[in-house]
């Protein structure tokens, strides 16, 4: 069989349902024949991004896959492979190459080379008869330890090449590990006698899908919780323990018990030093479960290490601490504090959040947002800047994977690939991306892929005809050129592109507008909510 049937042929048989893309690469038109549905978008970085979602949303069981025209094609495509770098996800990039007489040759583009620093594995098909090694390699890496991108590059002198028959592939085996016996038994110690013990919980348990044995460690010792912006949703933001989430802005309750805890249990983190990340307090005592052993001592001096599955080591956590914790701890004392800590921190906010004013104020718009959708049937995702810090703190997540937040590299306009590729994914949810005016002008026109490709996502547009949060960093380009004015009828865009537009003006508009997209979104029309808000720059940092 010619070397393109047999790579569409190996990702069939790895359950690979969905290939992301731009032409010209030959592989679209050998995954169309077998079966595996071409996705086109506008821009590379955004079918990156949809992959990205596919990974995500089903904790890595179904790998998200994009390729690319060689050349320029591959070059435009490197800012979302190093988003997934960046975010540890696992999504198969497979562009194409010059020709193998050419690879190698100044000042032609090769992928291989070029972004195996910010790759989990990256390597060029030189032989057919190779491929199936090839790909066995790169599915092992995507389907274990911590995720990334890998790339395998396809020159493109090779599409005629034959692989021999039968194809010699079975789908890769899917393993994991867990945490030394002895190291466990002094985390329990540790936690089982910790007077203010924490628990911080990262991606790592979205992957492992270890979501019930987090709730059952917090209950069993009473033990706050709280996550990174890619591990929120992994424990219930409605739970008592839950202290919410963290990035640049958090609920008061974070750095609150954060910084009273004697004990902090990272699972599932890499507890990476970032601006968009809780900040670690100086002189805890940190247990840290990683699945990858380089990031211990990375950025934080760790007492224990756990290197394994988050769930495996949850699993052994928990037999453990069972020898000597046999029922749940009352959790009636810290479970008042964190309350009484929401409480006076939501009043704080309340005014914002339920402001009348016009322009709407953008937290308006999210607490009515979260009021009126089903939140147990939508996943929701941010983007980077304004509408990260202003959605992520209030917004409560309920089930798994119902948020896809993210933050280590903020690029902008990832917020709307997330949404279509998550809804690709879970077509019966209500796929949700909030956005700025900012954001939109890098991605926007891949609102058209929506439109086109009949994936009928709810898009949240926050409007305020500029770039807020660098008004303080540009006051003289602001005030002598209007550096930070931007501006575009994005509602009429939608419409134009043949989706559902609408912009919204005043705050009694606001949730009947909702309601209009969500049944747009049922009847498969995508959809594009423009609210015009103020130029808002407060957000819940710690401290305030």
């Known amino acids: 069989m010619k070397l393109g049937t047999a790579i569409a042929e190996i990702m069939r048989r790895e359950g690979i349902e969905i290939l992301c893309g731009y032409p010209v690469n030959h592989l679209i038109e050998h995954a169309a024949t077998a079966e595996i549905r071409p996705v086109m978008v506008r821009q590379e970085r955004v079918g990156i991004h949809m992959a990205d979602a596919i990974s995500r949303v089903t904790s890595g069981r179904t790998i998200g896959a994009f390729c690319m025209q060689h050349g320029p094609g591959a070059e435009n495509a490197m800012g979302g492979v190093a988003q997934c770098f960046g975010e540890s996800v696992p999504v198969l990039v497979l562009p194409m190459g010059y020709q193998r007489r050419l690879a190698h040759i100044e000042p032609n583009f090769n992928s291989s080379e070029a972004m195996k620093p910010f790759a989990k594995s990256s390597e060029p098909i030189i032989l057919a008869a190779e491929v199936a090694n090839i790909f066995r390699r790169a599915f092992t890496k995507l389907k274990n330890g911590r995720g990334g991108p890998v790339i395998v590059e396809i020159p493109s002198d090779m599409w005629n090449e034959e692989v021999p028959e039968p194809l010699n592939y079975t789908p890769v085996l899917r393993t994991r590990y867990g945490a030394d016996p002895v190291h466990v038994k002094e985390a329990a110690a540790l936690l089982v006698n910790a007077k203010r013990p924490v628990i911080y919980a990262g991606q790592g348990v979205h992957y492992a899908q270890a979501w019930p044995q987090l709730k059952r460690l917090a209950e069993r010792l009473a033990v706050p919780v709280t996550t990174s912006l890619g591990g929120k949703s992994s424990f219930p933001e409605t739970h008592p323990l839950s202290l919410g989430s963290g990035g640049l802005a958090v609920p008061r309750a974070v750095p609150k018990f954060l910084g009273e805890a004697d004990v902090i249990f990272g699972v599932g983190c890499s507890f990476t030093e970032t601006s968009f990340g809780i900040a670690m307090p100086k002189g805890k005592t940190i247990i840290h479960s990683t ?28 037999e453990e601490i069972g020898r000597t914790v046999t029922k749940d701890r009352d959790a009636s004392a810290v479970a008042a504090k964190i309350a009484a800590s929401h409480k006076e921190w939501l009043a704080k906010w309340m005014p914002k959040l339920s402001s009348n004013d016009a322009p709407l104020s953008p937290y308006r718009v999210l607490w009515d947002l979260q009021h009126t959708v089903d939140i147990n049937n939508t996943i929701i995702t941010h983007d980077a800047g304004s509408p990260r810090d202003q959605l992520s703190p209030f917004w409560k997540a309920v089930e798994p994977l119902s948020y896809l937040g993210w933050g280590k590299t903020t690029q902008l306009g990832y917020g709307l690939g997330l949404a279509m590729g998550a809804k690709l994914a879970k077509p019966d949810k209500l796929c949700i ?30 409007n305020n005809f500029s770039m807020a949060i660098e008004l303080k960093v540009m006051p003289v380009s602001t005030e002598k050129y209007h550096s930070t004015d931007i501006s575009g009828d994005y509602a009429a865009m939608a419409r134009a592109f043949g989706g559902y537009g609408e912009r919204v003006l005043k705050p009694e508009d606001i949730i009947p507008a909702i309601r209009r997209g969500i049944q747009k979104t049922k009847e498969g029309v995508p959809v594009l909510l423009e609210f015009i808000t103020s130029k808002e720059t407060e957000v819940s940092r710690p401290g305030t």
Do not use: C
């Open 433 to 462: 991306n909030v956005w700025g005016d900012a954001a939109i002008g890098f991605t926007g026109m891949d609102f058209e892929t929506a439109v086109r490709e009949r994936i009928p996502i709810m898009s949240i547009l926050l």
């Open 291 to 318: 699945l990858d052993p380089n990031h211990l001592n990375k950025d934080v001096e760790a007492r224990i290490g756990l290197v394994g599955d988050a769930g495996l080591v949850l699993d052994a956590l928990l």
